[in-house]
């Protein structure tokens, strides 16, 4: 491999800061915290705040049909571009780093190369791809699906949120969406900086993460119909609970994890229950399970596992229960190149750094398949995130911005990936 060298260019700490407590302020919550779901009145704003600040670094803003927003800084030559960014939506009592950092340090690193008059040899691309948290509308990771053909755009488009709103409704509505294509955007490189959202660098004490893949995730909704009846006076002999069975998948899944091990993780964030009173046994639960592993293998071994004990209970308890799949994304792997270039420019700033796999979904894993990718993660405080407690320190986003701006010059000035 080529050897590195540190360019003298370094990112402006104080301005990146600044962006990052402003776009904080649209959606604020008591505490600290961002409320910004996907195409909702905050997001609008927090979208016209960001092409706001794209317009002033001469960018060249296109918004797609899914309302994914990119904005192009020219090259020497045309073709496609060197590309960084992220997601500005948050969860319900999200912070202001998560998705925000990757985005707003892509355009740090726009101004930076401005102020130096500095061209690179290809174009750079800055962007923000439409609900990548799925808090309001699933699958997560939609606008960069889409944008990079492995979803459907109709079928995105058609998808019904969690307030009965439609996601291209929604888009027309708060005026995002865009007439640009979608599904053949294929980009030089990618690169993407996040918080690492885990505790991981922080209990190692690592100062930069160079991330070389993303964990499979599997999401499934079980609904689950019994018979309501009364909680004193119902024998348990004779009950048809769905509270019941959902208690026992989530022991299962919880169970089911420590006995795969080998980073396989399961939650449960959902339970409802109807009706949901203190004395009546409940006529329906609905109950997700999420299913989590670096090796496909062993994920679709703890899904069949699952799907064998919910078949099973079901039958013992006579319930029926309905399964639908959520999102479904194997594992993936970056590119070991791009990895280890971030590695390597982390270590010449004498940052403590290792290679590591994301517990969490991002847009990047949606471009691995497509072009050189890979992350940088910096540390998370507590490994806290999608909280309002959710910080990470000015100079550990700075150390991140630096190793970014460093990976996109270099990418950008190569003849050759």
């Not at 062993?298 to 229960?321: D, K, M, N, P, Y």
Request: glycine share 10%.
């Amino acid at each position: 491999m080529t050897e590195l060298k540190l360019h003298p260019l370094r990112i402006n700490a104080d301005r990146l800061n600044q962006r990052i407590e402003q776009l904080a302020q649209i959606g604020a919550l008591q505490g600290g915290g961002v409320c910004r779901l996907a195409l909702s009145d905050e997001d609008r704003a927090g979208r016209d705040l960001v092409c706001g600040w794209m317009d002033e670094l001469g960018l060249d803003v296109s918004i797609d049909k899914i309302g994914n927003v990119v904005g192009l800084r020219r090259g020497e030559l045309s073709g496609p571009p060197v590309m960084t960014g992220s997601h500005i939506d948050t969860v319900a009592t999200g912070g202001p780093y998560d998705g925000n950092l990757g985005v707003l340090a892509g355009l740090e690193v726009v101004q930076c190369l401005n102020e130096a008059g500095i061209t690179t040899r290809h174009p750079l691309a800055v962007a923000f791809f439409t609900n990548e948290e799925g808090a309001r509308f699933a699958p997560d990771m939609m606008g960069s699906g889409v944008h990079q053909g492995s979803m459907d755009l109709d079928a995105m488009l058609a998808v019904t949120g969690i307030d009965g709103k439609t996601v291209g409704a929604e888009l027309d509505r708060i005026g995002y969406s865009g007439d640009a294509a979608t599904g053949d955007y294929r980009a030089r490189n990618y690169v993407e900086l996040h918080i690492e959202q885990g505790p991981v660098l922080e209990q190692c004490d690592l100062q930069v993460g160079a991330v070389n893949g993303v964990q499979g995730i599997s999401w499934t909704e079980f609904t689950i119909r019994g018979q309501s009846n009364h909680a004193g006076t119902t024998p348990m002999e004779f009950r048809h609970d769905p509270g019941y069975v959902a208690a026992r998948i989530s022991v299962k899944a919880r169970r089911l994890a420590g006995k795969i091990g080998q980073g396989q993780v399961a939650t449960v964030g959902q339970i409802k229950l109807n009706p949901n009173l203190v004395n009546v046994i409940p006529r329906e639960a609905i109950i997700t399970v999420d299913l989590r592993n670096m090796d496909e293998a062993l994920l679709q071994q703890a899904e069949h596992q699952l799907s064998r004990f919910v078949e099973q209970v079901a039958s013992e308890e006579g319930v029926t229960i309905n399964a639908r799949k959520l999102a479904r994304f194997e594992p993936v792997h970056f590119d070991p190149a791009m990895t280890q270039r971030v590695q390597q420019f982390a270590e010449l700033f004498d940052y403590s750094c290792q290679q590591m796999p994301s517990g969490a979904g991002h847009d990047a894993q949606m471009f691995a398949p497509n072009c050189p990718t890979t992350m940088i993660f910096v540390p998370s405080q507590g490994g806290i995130s999608h909280n309002i407690r959710e910080y990470t320190s000015p100079q550990q986003i700075e150390r991140g911005a630096n190793v970014l701006l460093q990976t996109l010059l270099y990418c950008a000035n190569q003849e050759q990936n």
